[in-house]
């Protein structure tokens, strides 16, 4: 056996190296705690010194043994320490930034841990530590102590403090502590691996064990563990070198266990009484933000795990098959924690949030960061799902146009939101249709169903004899979309908001006031429907006839032609291909120019196709039409970065250009039919070795790449397409030119007419990369970062979706020429720090940006016609002069909007350039004005007076330093409105207007009279 001698001498010189390295880590670590002790400096602050005595006689600390108070710039979170006599050290930092109240929860809690003697723990778990370092129940019993360490010393914080103090006291200073730092032999306040939300939640759990010292019996069971443990530690470690093939059992067991999620959290009512009973469920939408974007013809994953306790605790292990059902997932799905309960709105938050052990990571950083702004701080670390009271059902009456009752008529919830509701009732009382997208959207950072979740969460209703229904579980002011279906009537989404209100309708699209509108309806309404006309037919093969199943027809708007009418939220018009290659849409109006879209299954090579459908009363019944699709030919391939060859995560599009012969053959490719592609959006991605594959056509055409991981110019390969108009930047796709710079990467391919596949490798140039950092004011780094220009033509900050991890202090500017200029801008995440950088030349082993404080600007836009607010405008940057000097450049402000008074706040401007501001209403009325900081300080905030002045008028008009509150901006104003005849004309010409009154049950309404009420 003498490869078994080699083998146990190899490990016991691993282990003897190994436990020796971590020895000397030790013994460096307690020496430098020495020195950090020796040279810390006694806090001399009288409100720090009653605090802290007060501390010292609150835990039980004898005289003679009363802690030292010091403070230090070498530790950046308070720590204990000291073996035989204990301290207490706070960073000098901490003192200054923190409240008194605050500090005096640090001192019971740290003052605990030298009254415990834990530090003589601490020193026995890192001897242990260092010579059972091989052994994972060494490792696992160290966490489990330093958390009962914490535990217990948060204890005795809770017997002098409310549990909500202390976790608001957590969570302010974890934000002053950023990265808390373990010291060998300390015991830190943040230093254990216990990660915050838990430690919150557990101090808000009302039974929570809140003793402070053990009982006798308490120190036997101790003793009689530690003695088992070591006894298993020894077994276990003969076992490991002696039973070879039971550890890879084991082993094997463990990674399978390691891919089980256990979650947990707390369902409470708005007041914060827990809610027992809850019905719990596991929700894997199949589309993000219930949005068919990718227009896969699939259901998402919905799974009840239980119901809460009666403190409304819920704790459940997803096994292992739930999880690879959840990992097998579409990248468009997300995954979230559900609760219902009778009598209350359902409430979600994604997965993420209720996972016991997660692995951290910035992206759970960011969604922390987001859940907290959406809903609150802290709601995140609570893990709490918060239902809100449903105080009646929702009760609608449906009616046709002439007052008859419908009956039998199918009422689905499509969609439902936890809007802002201050926002969303501010926007309805002033009819401002951004303003209620915005409040929708508010807290889309929880998620959402979609509606195949919903269905069965809500069950479709029917309207009774009398055209009435009723839906259960829309909680007060949440929103629910509600969609009618029935072959005599539209399908027209309405908005139902969980209140009490007379019903709005507001513009569907903001520039059309006059034209479509969308209804916003309270928990009780009447809703008069309009007619509609099924629509049925067969999607075929182009080539063969032969019928096609699986393929999603949908409507993708209405009244293309009459832009007053247009409507784009028509989704729900939809239906799936059978055997027969047979589809029924009902719902679509009598009308002209609506396009139905035909996308086949991804299994094979089938082009989508659109086909405009145009429907009138006279059509009888029904109205058939026939599909036809184009099978064409798959191109597949590998997409890779060329300096590393490594895959790339990319979604890919096909097009075919102008020339193509074999494009008529799909009517969405004509020209002379006008029709947009079927542009499904990243409906084709890579895998994970970067490979694609995707249909196109024989002939010329171009392969269009969006790649998914930051760092490549956009337009990439232009130059190299046949007809490539570098003055207008479009390439001569069908059937109308598309700019190059919507993609990162173009090449153009040719199959041949017989060809069935085709493979085309590309590679992303990121060019050349320079590497950069950000810090503050002070000097020290930046994090949560947005950046402007990292990337060539890339004309938005970086990252530009919510759910994207913000930068860190180091950045990269990429593919830059070597010649210039380029400009970089950058902020922090509330815009109070920005900075900028501009590139030229040869390129820099490293970029260094300093922000310094933005500057904020207020104000009040006049409409110079009017002389009233402009209300309700989008405020927008068209160009940015550094310094005041040209060349102008691109720069984009946060989304911002006039509110009804025509007030204005922009953020995040930086001193001493000026910026060219333009804003508009829905309507087309203009007002441009110039915002000069050359003479502005960082940090300033300019509050500008009414821009333009009353009485100025043209683009030459200025604003002197006198009208203004704070002088050192200066804005120039023009205004706009009607910018030709013909619409003044339009706006003045006879409008015959015709309409129906009726009651409340329908009936006709004789004698009332009618008037106009209008400017």
Same mark, same amino acid.
């Given at each position: 056996?003498?490869?078994?001698?080699?083998?146990?001498?190899?490990?016991?010189?691993?282990?003897?190296?190994?436990?020796?390295?971590?020895?000397?880590?030790?013994?460096?670590?307690?020496?430098?705690?020495?020195?950090?002790?020796?040279?810390?400096?006694?806090?001399?602050?009288?409100?720090?010194?009653?605090?802290?005595?007060?501390?010292?006689?609150?835990?039980?600390?004898?005289?003679?043994?009363?802690?030292?108070?010091?403070?230090?710039?070498?530790?950046?979170?308070?720590?204990?320490?000291?073996?035989?006599?204990?301290?207490?050290?706070?960073?000098?930092?901490?003192?200054?930034?923190?409240?008194?109240?605050?500090?005096?929860?640090?001192?019971?809690?740290?003052?605990?841990?030298?009254?415990?003697?834990?530090?003589?723990?601490?020193?026995?778990?890192?001897?242990?530590?260092?010579?059972?370092?091989?052994?994972?129940?060494?490792?696992?019993?160290?966490?489990?102590?330093?958390?009962?360490?914490?535990?217990?010393?948060?204890?005795?914080?809770?017997?002098?403090?409310?549990?909500?103090?202390?976790?608001?006291?957590?969570?302010?200073?974890?934000?002053?502590?950023?990265?808390?730092?373990?010291?060998?032999?300390?015991?830190?306040?943040?230093?254990?691996?216990?990660?915050?939300?838990?430690?919150?939640?557990?101090?808000?759990?009302?039974?929570?064990?809140?003793?402070?010292?053990?009982?006798?019996?308490?120190?036997?069971?101790?003793?009689?563990?530690?003695?088992?443990?070591?006894?298993?530690?020894?077994?276990?470690?003969?076992?490991?070198?002696?039973?070879?093939?039971?550890?890879?059992?084991?082993?094997?067991?463990?990674?399978?266990?390691?891919?089980?999620?256990?979650?947990?959290?707390?369902?409470?009512?708005?007041?914060?009484?827990?809610?027992?009973?809850?019905?719990?469920?596991?929700?894997?939408?199949?589309?993000?933000?219930?949005?068919?974007?990718?227009?896969?013809?699939?259901?998402?994953?919905?799974?009840?795990?239980?119901?809460?306790?009666?403190?409304?605790?819920?704790?459940?292990?997803?096994?292992?098959?739930?999880?690879?059902?959840?990992?097998?997932?579409?990248?468009?799905?997300?995954?979230?924690?559900?609760?219902?309960?009778?009598?209350?709105?359902?409430?979600?938050?994604?997965?993420?949030?209720?996972?016991?052990?997660?692995?951290?990571?910035?992206?759970?950083?960011?969604?922390?960061?987001?859940?907290?702004?959406?809903?609150?701080?802290?709601?995140?670390?609570?893990?709490?799902?918060?239902?809100?009271?449903?105080?009646?059902?929702?009760?609608?009456?449906?009616?046709?146009?002439?007052?008859?009752?419908?009956?039998?008529?199918?009422?689905?919830?499509?969609?439902?939101?936890?809007?802002?509701?201050?926002?969303?009732?501010?926007?309805?009382?002033?009819?401002?249709?951004?303003?209620?997208?915005?409040?929708?959207?508010? &807290?889309?950072?929880?998620?959402?169903?979609?509606?195949?979740?919903?269905?069965?969460?809500?069950?479709?209703?029917?309207?009774?004899?009398?055209?009435?229904?009723?839906?259960?579980?829309?909680?007060?002011?949440?929103?629910?979309?509600?969609?009618?279906?029935?072959?005599?009537?539209?399908?027209?989404?309405?908005?139902?908001?969980?209140?009490?209100?007379?019903?709005?309708?507001?513009?569907?699209?903001?520039?059309?006031?006059?034209?479509?509108?969308?209804?916003?309806?309270?928990?009780?309404?009447?809703?008069?429907?309009?007619?509609?006309?099924?629509?049925?037919?067969?999607?075929?093969?182009?080539?063969?006839?032969?019928?096609?199943?699986?393929?999603?027809?949908?409507?993708?708007?209405?009244?293309?032609?009459?832009?007053?009418?247009?409507?784009?939220?028509?989704?729900?018009?939809?239906?799936?291909?059978?055997?027969?290659?047979?589809?029924?849409?009902?719902?679509?109006?009598?009308?002209?120019?609506?396009?139905?879209?035909?996308?086949?299954?991804?299994?094979?090579?089938?082009?989508?196709?659109?086909?405009?459908?145009?429907?009138?009363?006279?059509?009888?019944?029904?109205?058939?039409?026939?599909?036809?699709?184009?099978?064409?030919?798959?191109?597949?391939?590998?997409?890779?970065?060329?300096?590393?060859?490594?895959?790339?995560?990319?979604?890919?599009?096909?097009?075919?250009?102008?020339?193509?012969?074999?494009?008529?053959?799909?009517?969405?490719?004509?020209?002379?039919?006008?029709?947009?592609?079927?542009?499904?959006?990243?409906?084709?991605?890579?895998?994970?070795?970067?490979?694609?594959?995707?249909?196109?056509?024989?002939?010329?055409?171009?392969?269009?790449?969006?790649?998914?991981?930051?760092?490549?110019?956009?337009?990439?390969?232009?130059? &190299?397409?046949?007809?490539?108009?570098?003055?207008?930047?479009?390439?001569?796709?069908?059937?109308?030119?598309?700019?190059?710079?919507?993609?990162?990467?173009?090449?153009?391919?040719?199959?041949?007419?017989?060809?069935?596949?085709?493979?085309?490798?590309?590679?992303?140039?990121?060019?050349?990369?320079?590497?950069?950092?950000?810090?503050?004011?002070?000097?020290?780094?930046?994090?949560?970062?947005?950046?402007?220009?990292?990337?060539?033509?890339?004309?938005?900050?970086?990252?530009?979706?919510?759910?994207?991890?913000?930068?860190?202090?180091?950045?990269?500017?990429?593919?830059?020429?070597?010649?210039?200029?380029?400009?970089?801008?950058?902020?922090?995440?509330?815009?109070?720090?920005?900075?900028?950088?501009?590139?030229?030349?040869?390129?820099?082993?490293?970029?260094?940006?300093?922000?310094?404080?933005?500057?904020?600007?207020?104000?009040?836009?006049?409409?110079?016609?009017?002389?009233?607010?402009?209300?309700?405008?989008?405020?927008?940057?068209?160009?940015?002069?550094?310094?005041?000097?040209?060349?102008?450049?691109?720069?984009?402000?946060?989304?911002?909007?006039?509110?009804?008074?025509?007030?204005?706040?922009?953020?995040?401007?930086?001193?001493?350039?000026?910026?060219?501001?333009?804003?508009?209403?829905?309507?087309?009325?203009?007002?441009?004005?110039?915002?000069?900081?050359?003479?502005?300080?960082?940090?300033?905030?300019?509050?500008?007076?009414?821009?333009?002045?009353?009485?100025?008028?043209?683009?030459?008009?200025?604003?002197?330093?006198?009208?203004?509150?704070?002088?050192?901006?200066?804005?120039?104003?023009?205004?706009?409105?009607?910018?030709?005849?013909?619409?003044?004309?339009?706006?003045?010409?006879?409008?015959?207007?015709?309409?129906?009154?009726?009651?409340?049950?329908?009936?006709?309404?004789?004698?009332?009279?009618?008037?106009?009420?209008?400017?």
């Amino acid at each position: 056996m003498q490869w078994l001698a080699i083998i146990v001498t190899i490990a016991t010189v691993i282990w003897a190296v190994v436990a020796t390295l971590l020895l000397m880590r030790m013994a460096i670590g307690w020496i430098r705690l020495a020195g950090i002790l020796r040279r810390a400096e006694p806090i001399a602050d009288p409100d720090c010194l009653a605090a802290f005595t007060k501390a010292c006689a609150l835990t039980g600390c004898r005289e003679g043994h009363t802690p030292c108070l010091v403070a230090s710039n070498e530790i950046s979170g308070p720590l204990a320490a000291g073996i035989f006599a204990g301290s207490v050290v706070l960073p000098k930092r901490l003192i200054a930034d923190s409240r008194p109240t605050e500090l005096a929860e640090v001192f019971v809690h740290e003052v605990a841990h030298v009254v415990r003697r834990d530090q003589i723990v601490v020193l026995l778990q890192n001897l242990v530590a260092a010579i059972y370092w091989p052994h994972p129940l060494v490792r696992k019993l160290n966490r489990e102590l330093a958390k009962a360490r914490e535990e217990v010393c948060d204890n005795f914080v809770l017997a002098t403090t409310e549990a909500p103090i202390y976790s608001r006291t957590l969570l302010s200073l974890a934000q002053l502590v950023q990265q808390p730092e373990t010291i060998p032999g300390s015991v830190g306040f943040f230093a254990s691996r216990w990660k915050l939300e838990h430690r919150v939640a557990g101090l808000l759990d009302e039974a929570r064990d809140t003793q402070t010292f053990l009982s006798r019996r308490g120190w036997a069971f101790v003793l009689a563990s530690t003695v088992g443990l070591l006894a298993a530690i020894c077994v276990g470690t003969v076992t490991i070198a002696t039973a070879q093939n039971s550890n890879e059992d084991s082993v094997a067991e463990s990674e399978a266990n390691s891919s089980e999620i256990e979650i947990s959290g707390i369902v409470c009512e708005q007041s914060g009484d827990p809610i027992g009973g809850a019905t719990i469920w596991l929700a894997v939408t199949s589309f993000e933000f219930n949005s068919e974007v990718n227009m896969e013809n699939r259901e998402g994953l919905l799974r009840e795990l239980g119901s809460t306790d009666e403190r409304g605790r819920f704790d459940f292990l997803l096994d292992e098959a739930t999880t690879s059902e959840i990992r097998e997932c579409s990248r468009f799905a997300r995954v979230q924690i559900v609760a219902t309960s009778d009598g209350h709105g359902m409430d979600w938050l994604p997965l993420d949030v209720f996972q016991d052990d997660p692995i951290p990571n910035k992206e759970r950083d960011l969604l922390q960061s987001r859940i907290d702004d959406a809903f609150g701080d802290g709601r995140f670390a609570s893990r709490t799902l918060v239902m809100r009271p449903e105080s009646q059902p929702v009760r609608g009456r449906i009616i046709d146009l002439e007052g008859n009752k419908l009956s039998n008529v199918t009422v689905i919830v499509e969609s439902l939101r936890q809007p802002n509701v201050p926002q969303l009732t501010n926007a309805l009382e002033n009819a401002w249709k951004q303003g209620v997208y915005d409040a929708m959207n508010s &807290t889309g950072i929880a998620g959402g169903l979609a509606r195949s979740e919903l269905q069965k969460l809500f069950p479709p209703a029917k309207t009774d004899e009398n055209g009435e229904f009723q839906i259960r579980g829309i909680g007060d002011d949440q929103l629910a979309t509600l969609v009618f279906q029935d072959e005599r009537i539209e399908a027209c989404p309405v908005h139902v908001v969980g209140r009490e209100m007379e019903t709005l309708s507001l513009p569907h699209m903001d520039q059309y006031p006059d034209g479509t509108k969308d209804l916003f309806v309270g928990r009780e309404f009447n809703y008069s429907a309009a007619p509609s006309i099924p629509v049925e037919g067969t999607v075929t093969d182009y080539d063969t006839g032969k019928p096609i199943s699986g393929v999603l027809v949908s409507v993708e708007r209405l009244f293309r032609r009459e832009y007053a009418k247009l409507r784009l939220d028509t989704r729900q018009m939809r239906a799936v291909t059978d055997e027969q290659g047979r589809f029924r849409i009902i719902g679509m109006p009598p009308g002209d120019g609506h396009i139905i879209e035909a996308v086949p299954p991804k299994s094979e090579p089938y082009l989508p196709a659109p086909q405009e459908v145009s429907l009138s009363l006279e059509d009888g019944k029904t109205k058939r039409i026939e599909i036809q699709v184009k099978r064409g030919v798959w191109i597949e391939g590998r997409i890779t970065d060329k300096e590393s060859g490594e895959p790339r995560s990319a979604a890919i599009e096909y097009m075919a250009m102008g020339k193509n012969p074999y494009a008529m053959d799909i009517a969405g490719w004509d020209p002379k039919l006008r029709l947009d592609p079927v542009r499904v959006y990243q409906r084709y991605v890579t895998d994970s070795d970067g490979r694609y594959r995707l249909p196109g056509l024989s002939g010329p055409g171009v392969l269009l790449v969006t790649s998914l991981d930051p760092g490549y110019p956009l337009a990439a390969g232009a130059e &190299t397409i046949d007809g490539y108009d570098p003055s207008t930047g479009k390439i001569p796709t069908l059937p109308v030119p598309f700019p190059a710079s919507d993609w990162h990467l173009l090449k153009q391919i040719n199959p041949a007419k017989d060809a069935t596949s085709l493979t085309s490798d590309l590679t992303l140039d990121g060019g050349v990369r320079i590497p950069g950092r950000v810090v503050g004011p002070d000097g020290k780094p930046i994090s949560n970062l947005y950046a402007l220009g990292l990337t060539e033509g890339d004309p938005y900050w970086t990252p530009n979706s919510p759910d994207k991890a913000l930068l860190t202090e180091r950045f990269m500017v990429n593919g830059y020429d070597g010649k210039g200029p380029r400009q970089s801008f950058f902020k922090n995440q509330d815009e109070t720090l920005v900075g900028q950088y501009r590139l030229e030349g040869t390129a820099p082993p490293e970029i260094a940006v300093k922000l310094e404080p933005s500057v904020r600007v207020t104000g009040r836009l006049i409409e110079n016609e009017t002389g009233l607010p402009a209300a309700r405008y989008f405020v927008g940057c068209q160009e940015l002069l550094l310094n005041g000097n040209a060349p102008p450049l691109d720069f984009m402000i946060r989304w911002c909007h006039t509110n009804n008074a025509g007030e204005f706040e922009i953020k995040g401007l930086m001193a001493g350039h000026v910026y060219k501001m333009k804003a508009h209403n829905r309507i087309g009325n203009k007002v441009d004005f110039t915002i000069d900081l050359t003479k502005a300080k960082p940090g300033e905030t300019i509050e500008l007076a009414d821009v333009p002045q009353p009485g100025t008028h043209g683009a030459n008009d200025s604003i002197s330093s006198s009208t203004m509150k704070k002088s050192n901006a200066v804005a120039s104003v023009s205004t706009g409105s009607r910018q030709n005849k013909s619409e003044d004309q339009a706006a003045h010409s006879p409008i015959r207007i015709t309409g129906r009154v009726i009651d409340p049950n329908g009936n006709p309404v004789s004698g009332a009279k009618i008037f106009y009420a209008g400017s």
